[in-house]
C-alpha cells in the first residue's frame, strides 16, 4: 500500500496543528488569507447566510472568529479508500490510499497514525449492507500498514483500546426464542423470512486473537429494549452505530434502534432503563465533551488537548471518518 502524493509530512502537520490554534487560523501554518476553490474571487472571512447561495463542492466560507481552529479528515464512500485530510481553508494537506473503502469509522491516532475500518463486502445479510465493515487496520502517517485484522461481520465502527486491543462492533442473528420476543417496529420487514439480527462486541489482539466478547442478547432483555420507532425495520433489533471507550474502561454504545447503553466491562451488565428509552436523532451518541454519530449526521471527535481533527459531513454520498 502506498500512499497519494502528500502536501505535509507529518512534523509539518503536529508544528502546524499548534501553530494554527495558537493563531487562531485553520492552515497549516495558520493562513488566513482566503481563497475559493478555483480561481474564483477570495472568500470573504465570514459564512454567507443564505444557504442557496452557498450550495455547491468546494470551499463555501470561513469564519475565524466563531470556528474551531483545526483540520478535517473524510474518505468518499465510493473513493476507492482515499482518506483526505484537509485545513480549514478546504485545503488538501495529506492523503493517504487505504485497500478498502471505508467500512465506516476512522480517526487519527495520538501518535499520529491513522486507524481506519475498511468495507469488505460478502454474502451475507449483514455483509450486504451498505454500513458493512470487514477490516480493521492501522497505518502510519505514510501510508505503511502497520497491522489489519478481518472480521466478516463487522460493520460502522471499531477502535484501539487503551490496553492496546481492537474493540469492533459485529453483528449476528438472534437466537429464534430471543427474536420473538422484540417489540416494535414495522410489521413483517425481518429479513429472509422472519429473521432478526443484533449486535455483539469483540476484542481482538492486533494479531487477531479474540479475548472477549459481550452479546447484546445475552445482557439486555427485549421486553425492556422495544424499537422505539414504528417505522424502523424488524430485520434489526439493536442496530449499532457506534462505540466508544469510557475513562474507566466501560463500553458505551450508540444502538440505534433502542437506545445508548454503558456496558460494565467487568461483568458485561447493562443498567435496566428507569423509563422508556429515548429515540436519538439518527445513530447519534454522546459521552463527555463528543458527540458521535452515524455517516449522514455532523461527526466530532474532541481529544483531550482538544487538538484532533473535526470530523464532519460532506454530501449523502461520503462517509466521514
Known sequence: ???????????????????????????VAGRQTLKSAGSGPA???????NTIRRRGVG??????????????LFAPATGGGIVYLIDMQGNVVHTWKMPYPPGLYGYLTEK???????????????????????????????????????????????LLLRNGNVLLLCSAELPANVAMRVRGGLAGTEHDGDKIDSDYLV?????????????????????????????????EWTHGNGIAELPDGDILVSFRNI????????????????????????GERRCGSAIFTSPNVTMRRLSRSNSAPLLRRTSRRTSAI
Open 1 to 27: 500500500m502506498t500512499a497519494l502524493p502528500n502536501k505535509v509530512n507529518r512534523r509539518q502537520f503536529v508544528l502546524g496543528l499548534g501553530a494554527g490554534l495558537i493563531a487562531g487560523g485553520g492552515g
Open 59 to 72: 470551499f463555501r466560507g470561513y469564519d475565524p472568529r466563531r470556528a474551531f481552529p483545526g483540520f478535517t
Open 203 to 235: 476484542e481482538k489482539t492486533k494479531d487477531g486473537r479474540t479475548v472477549w466478547e459481550w452479546r447484546a442478547w445475552e445482557h439486555m432483555e427485549p421486553d425492556a429494549y422495544p424499537i422505539t420507532s414504528p417505522s424502523d425495520s424488524r430485520s
Open 112 to 158: 499520529g497514525t491513522l486507524f481506519y475500518n475498511g468495507q469488505i463486502r460478502n454474502d451475507t445479510w449483514i455483509g450486504k449492507q451498505p454500513y458493512m465493515g470487514g477490516a480493521a487496520m492501522e497505518a502510519d502517517w505514510n501510508g505503511k500498514m502497520l497491522w489489519e485484522i478481518k472480521q466478516p461481520d463487522h460493520h460502522h465502527d471499531g
Open 43 to 49: 472568500v470573504p472571512l465570514t459564512i454567507d447566510p
Open 259 to 282: 437506545s445508548t447503553v454503558r456496558i460494565n466491562r467487568r461483568t458485561g451488565t447493562v443498567p435496566m432503563p428507569s423509563r422508556r428509552p429515548r429515540r436519538r436523532r439518527d
